[in-house]
C-alpha cells in the first residue's frame, strides 16, 4: 500500500517567500546606503560612492547579524559561548510571535481572517499574570496553573467572535479589531485598580509574576531564553497534527476552501468557526502567557508590542504553514534582536528593520514584481491564502 | 462576415488542448463544434475572443488577418460571444451589467441607463426572452441570466456569434425559441459558432458540423448524420444513448412528501404545497424548468432550507428537523445541483473529496486522529468502482473532468447505506460518456430496489430514466404523469399548460 505523501512545503512553496525576503534587503539595502551621511558625501564620484555605501550596508547588515545571532565581542575569557547570546534575544522574542503567527495562520485555513490576536493575546497576558502575581503556588503547578488560565482566556475572547460570526453573521474582520480596542483598554483600566496596580508605583504597571510561576530558563541566568521556545514549537506541531491529521482539522479546511460543499455534507459551518476561533484565541493567549511568563513578567499598557498584528505578516509570509509560521518568526525575532544592535553600532536607524518586514508583505501580496524582478514564469502564487470578500 | 482559423495550436503545460486546429465559418452560417467537455472547444472559441493566446496560428476575419489580444478587439471585429459561465456582474442590474464598458453618462456623470432600458426590452420583446432591464442579476434564476448574456451580444451587434454551450439551461420550450432566433439571425447575415455535445439541437439547426476530439479536428458531418454516428465520433467509440431499462419490481413507499412548502427569508413561499411519494425500485422524476422550485424541494430532502413546513417522511421517520449530517445519515444520497458550489471542495484532494461526510467516522477516523492511509485505500477502491478517471488521489478535485467529479460525488453519496437516491441535475454540463455512466448509475440503484429522486430539466434524461415524471412549475407539482407520456406533452407541462 502506498505511504500517505505529505506535502511538505517544497522548494517551489518557498521561492516567493524566500525572494520577497531577499528583494526587501535589497530595497533595504539601498535606504542604508541614501540615508547614510558619509556615504552621500561621496555622491559626485560614483566609485567611492559605490565603495562608500558598499561599506555601510555591509557594517548595518553585519551589525544585524550580530545582534541576532552571534557576536564574537561579547565573549569573555571566562565564557567563550557569551556570543551567542543574542540568538537567544531571538529566540525569546520569537516565541511569542510564533503562537500569535499559528493563531492567525488557523484561522486563514478555516478562511477566517483573524485580526484579533492582539486582544486575544492581552487576554493571555492578563490571565497569566494575574495567577503569576496573585496566587502563591508550589514551582511546577504555578506556572501550568497561569499558563493554563492564558489559554482559556484568550479562547473565550477568540471564541466570542466566532460565536458572534456563526449566529449573527458578523464579520470577524470588524468583530476583532473593536475588540481588539476593548482588550487595551481593559487592560489600562485594570493596571488602575488596586488589584493590579503594582504597591508603590503610580504608572501603569502590574506586581512582577512569582519566579513560581515563570518559565524555566533553557541555558542559565546569562540568557533570557525559556521554555517558551520549546512551548511554541510544540504548538506548531500541535496545529500541524490538527489541520493534516485530524478530524477537526479537515472540518476547518473544508469549511475553509468551500462552506458551501462542507454544509452540503453534513459539517456544522456555525460549530466550525466557533471552535477554529476558540482555538486560534486559545493559541495567541498562550502567546501571552510566553511573553509574560518567559520574559517580561510585567504587565503594562504596552505589554502586547506589536506581537498580534506582526503576527499577521508572519501568518502570510509563513503561507499559513505551522512549519512556515516557525520560520518566518524567526526570522522577524532576528530582525527585531538584531535592529537594536544595528542602531547602536551604525548610523541605520531601527526602523529600516520595520520598512523591510513591510517590504516582505507587499511583495508577498504582490508577486508579479517577484515575478518580474527574477524573470520567472511559472511560479505558483496562489496558496490557502486566498483572500474572501465580504461575504465569504 | 466570415471568420476563418488557420493552424491554431495552445498547450497548456503537457496537456495539449488546441492541435492545429483549421475552421471556416461563412457568411450567414450555424456552424456546430461538436464535442465532449475537455475536447478543447472551449479554450478554441476563448482564443477566437481573446481571452487567451494561442502558441500559434492566426485568425481571419473576411479572409484579412486579425490580431486579437484583448476581447475588444473581438468585438471590435464584430465577433461576439456567449459565455458558458456567465460573465455577469450578480449585484447589478440588468440594464447596468449590458453597459458594462459602453456606459454613457448624462448630466454630471449620472450612469445613463434609459437608452440601454429601450434596447433591451426591444431585444427581449422580439425573442420573447421576457427579461426586466431593472432586475437585479442574483435574483435571476440561471435561465434568465443566461438570455442577459444572448441579448448584451445581440445588442452589441456581433456579427459573428460564439454561442458556448447556450441551452444548456434552458427549457425544452425556450430552446426552441433559440433556435428559432439563432435561424433568423442567420437569415439576417449573422454566423453563428455554435458550440455544444447535444445531437438533437445540433441536427436542427446546424449548416455543418465540426467535430473536434481531444483537441483535433476530427471530422466535418452534415446535419443529416444520425445521432448515433455524431455521438461516436465525438466519443470516440460506439456508445448507447437511451439506457436500457430492465425489468424490476416497485415496492413500498420509501419517501413521502406532504404539504411540503419552502419558504426564503421573506416569508414567500419558493415550493408550495407540494406532495408526492416514491417507492423503493423507482425512479420519481420531478421536471420542470429551471427555477420553478424544484432545487428547493431537492435541498429540503436534505435540510439544507431553512424555512420549511410539512413532512418528509422517511421510511416512517420524520427528517425535517434534523441536523444534514442525521438525514445524509438517515439513508439518503443527495447529489447537489451544482458539483462545483456545493459537491466538491476544489481545493481539497479527490480522496478527502471522497469522505467529506464521513471522515469523523470509522474506518477513516479513530476518535479525532484520522488515518490518512484508509482514506487513501478506500479512495483508491472507489476509483475503481466508479471508473474515475485520475493520475493520484492526492491531486486536487480541481483537476478533473467534469464527468469524474461527478462520478466523485457519486461516489461518495453511495458509499454510505442509502434507501433514497435524491439527484438534482446529476447530468448538468456532462459529456456522453459520463452521462451514460451516471444515467446507467441511477438505474443500477433503482434496480437494486432503492428509491430514486431525479431532479432535471433535461426532457431526454426525464425520459430516458423515469418511472412516473412530476412537473413542477412556479412552486407547484401540476401533475404527476407515467412515463409513457411524450416529449411534446412533457414539454408543454413545464411551460405551465395544464390540457383538460
Known sequence: ??????????????????????????????LIAFSDSTVLKHIGHPWSFLKAAGVAVWQSYLALFEGSVYNPSLATPHDALLSWYPLS???????PLILAGLSVALAFRAGLFNIGAQGQFIFGSIAASYVGFHFHWPIGIHVIAATVAAIIAGALWGGLVGLLKART???????????????????????????????????????????????????????????????????ATFVWWLLSRSTWGFRFRAVGANSAAAKTAGISVPFVMTSVMAISGALAGLGGAV?????????????????????????????????????????????????????????????????????????????????????LKNLKTTGELAAKGWNG | MSLELRGITKSFGALLANDSIDLRVETGEIHAILGENGAGKSTLMNIVYGLVAPDSGEILVDDVVKNIKEPSDALASGIGMV???????????????IVLGHEKSGFAGRLDLNE???????????????????????????????????????????????????????????????????????????????????????????????????????????????????????????????????????????????????????????????????????????????????????????????????????????????????SLHAGIAFVPESRELDGLIASMSIAENLILDLHDLPPYAKGIQMSPNTVLSEAEKRKVEFDIRLQSVTDPISSLSGGNKQKVVLARELSRPVKLLVASQPTRGLDVGSIEFVHKRILEERDAGRAVLLFSTELDEVLALADRIAVMYRGEILSIVPSGVSAQELGLLMAGVVHA
Open chain 2, 116 to 326: 440601454a432600458r429601450e434596447r433591451i426590452k426591444k431585444v427581449s420583446d422580439q425573442f420573447n426572452f421576457n427579461v426586466n432591464p431593472d432586475d437585479l442579476i442574483e435574483g435571476l434564476p440561471v435561465g434568465v441570466q443566461q438570455r442577459v448574456e444572448i441579448i448584451r451580444a445581440l445588442i452589441y451587434d456581433a456579427k459573428v456569434l460564439i454561442l458556448d454551450e447556450p441551452t444548456a439551461v434552458l427549457t425544452p420550450q425556450e430552446t426552441d425559441d433559440l433556435l428559432k432566433i439563432m435561424k433568423e439571425l442567420k437569415g439576417q447575415g449573422t454566423s453563428i459558432i455554435f458550440i455544444t455535445h447535444k445531437l438533437r439541437e445540433v441536427k436542427e439547426v446546424a449548416d455543418r458540423i465540426t467535430i473536434i476530439r481531444r483537441g483535433k479536428v476530427v471530422g466535418n458531418a452534415s446535419p443529416d448524420a444520425s445521432q448515433k454516428e455524431l455521438a461516436s465520433l465525438m466519443v470516440g467509440r460506439e456508445v448507447e444513448l437511451a439506457p436500457d431499462k430492465g425489468a424490476h419490481s416497485i415496492g413500498e413507499p420509501v419517501l413521502t412528501v406532504k404539504d411540503l412548502t419552502v419558504r426564503d427569508n421573506s416569508g414567500r413561499a419558493l415550493v408550495n404545497n407540494v406532495n408526492f411519494e416514491v417507492r423503493a425500485g423507482e425512479v420519481l422524476a420531478i421536471a420542470g424548468v429551471q427555477g420553478n422550485g424544484q432545487s428547493e424541494v431537492a435541498r429540503a430532502m436534505v435540510n439544507l432550507e431553512e424555512h420549511v413546513e410539512g413532512s418528509i417522511i422517511l421510511d416512517g421517520a420524520e427528517v425535517i428537523g434534523k441536523s444534514v449530517r442525521e
Open chain 1, 291 to 375: 511573553h509574560v511568563l518567559g520574559s517580561d513578567f510585567s504587565l503594562t499598557s504596552g505589554t502586547a508590542g506589536n506581537f498580534g498584528f506582526d503576527a499577521i505578516t508572519v501568518a502570510l509570509l509563513g503561507r499559513a504553514k505551522p512549519m512556515g509560521v516557525v520560520f518566518a518568526s524567526l526570522l522577524f525575532g532576528a530582525l527585531r534582536a538584531g535592529g537594536g544592535t544595528m542602531q547602536a553600532n551604525t548610523n541605520t536607524p531601527i526602523d529600516i528593520v520595520l520598512v523591510i518586514q513591510a517590504l516582505v508583505v507587499l511583495f508577498i501580496a504582490a508577486p508579479s514584481v517577484v515575478k518580474w524582478v527574477f524573470r
Open chain 2, 83 to 97: 459565455h458558458q459561465h456567465f460573465m455577469l456582474v450578480p449585484v447589478f442590474t440588468v440594464a447596468e451589467n
Open chain 1, 89 to 95: 534575544e531571538t529566540l525569546v522574542t520569537a516565541a
Open chain 1, 169 to 235: 453573521g458578523a464579520h470577524e474582520v470588524i468583530v476583532t479589531i473593536m475588540l481588539n480596542y476593548v482588550a487595551l483598554y481593559f487592560l489600562m483600566w485594570l493596571l488602575g485598580t488596586t488589584t493590579f496596580l503594582r504597591p508603590g508605583r503610580r504608572d501603569p504597571i502590574s506586581p512582577d509574576v512569582l519566579p513560581s510561576a515563570r518559565m524555566p530558563l533553557l541555558a542559565g541566568s546569562n540568557y533570557r531564553v525559556n521554555l517558551g521556545i520549546f512551548v511554541a514549537l510544540a504548538a
Open chain 1, 1 to 30: 500500500m502506498r505511504k500517505l505523501k505529505i506535502k511538505r512545503p517544497s522548494l517551489r512553496a518557498l521561492t516567493l517567500p524566500g525572494l520577497s525576503f531577499l528583494l526587501a534587503m535589497a530595497f533595504g539595502a539601498l
